[in-house]
């Protein structure tokens, strides 16, 4: 369990890295996938991060904690920089991006991961301020 714990830690940690060396919104891009492959990679977490998604109480949803903690900071960042929409929660984002718990990793995935990730980012993107000023946009001026 420790083990779990420490990797789990090393995926909330590379959220503050990321933050540090990109915009918010390719950071938040990029730790989706980091966690998404992550999740492909140990058995269980999938339906770990669902139950802790769900907001019912579960055994050992505390060493979650830091993946929700990162999580939310990007999503501030992002909120911050006008490249979301504001008021995403944790809860909404963890909902959002469920797709991925549900895809097959023994098939061809990538390419269907990136396609879910882009996805949910537009979605994100969509009504955000930073975008919205942007001539050429839906609810940008031309003028």
Same mark, same amino acid.
Request: net charge negative.
């Given at each position: =369990?420790e083990?779990?714990?420490?990797e789990m830690l @090393?995926?909330?940690n !590379?959220?503050?890295?990321?933050l540090?060396?990109?915009?918010?919104? #390719?950071a938040l891009r #990029?730790? =989706?996938?980091r966690?998404a492959?992550y999740? =492909? +990679?140990k058995?269980?977490?999938? *339906?770990?991060?669902? #139950?802790v /998604? /769900?907001g019912?109480?579960? &055994?050992?949803?505390?060493s979650y %904690? &830091?993946v929700?903690a990162?999580a @939310?900071s990007?999503?501030?960042? +992002?909120e911050?920089?006008?490249?979301i929409r $504001?008021g995403v929660?944790?809860?909404?984002f963890f909902?959002a991006i469920?797709?991925?718990w @549900?895809? *097959? !990793? +023994?098939? #061809?995935?990538? $390419?269907?991961?990136?396609?879910?990730?882009? !996805?949910?980012?537009e979605g994100?993107? %969509?009504?955000?301020? %930073?975008?919205?000023?942007?001539p050429? !946009?839906?609810?940008?001026s +031309?003028s």
């Amino acid at each position: =369990m420790e083990v779990y714990r420490y990797e789990m830690l @090393q995926v909330a940690n !590379f959220a503050e890295h990321l933050l540090e060396t990109r915009p918010p919104d #390719e950071a938040l891009r #990029e730790w =989706m996938t980091r966690l998404a492959e992550y999740a =492909m +990679n140990k058995a269980g977490l999938a *339906n770990a991060i669902r #139950e802790v /998604s /769900s907001g019912r109480d579960c &055994p050992g949803k505390e060493s979650y %904690a &830091p993946v929700a903690a990162a999580a @939310q900071s990007l999503l501030d960042a +992002n909120e911050k920089a006008g490249t979301i929409r $504001p008021g995403v929660t944790t809860d909404d984002f963890f909902l959002a991006i469920a797709g991925i718990w @549900q895809i *097959n !990793f +023994n098939d #061809e995935w990538k $390419p269907r991961l990136v396609w879910l990730m882009d !996805f949910v980012m537009e979605g994100l993107r %969509a009504g955000a301020p %930073a975008r919205l000023k942007r001539p050429g !946009f839906y609810g940008g001026s +031309n003028s």
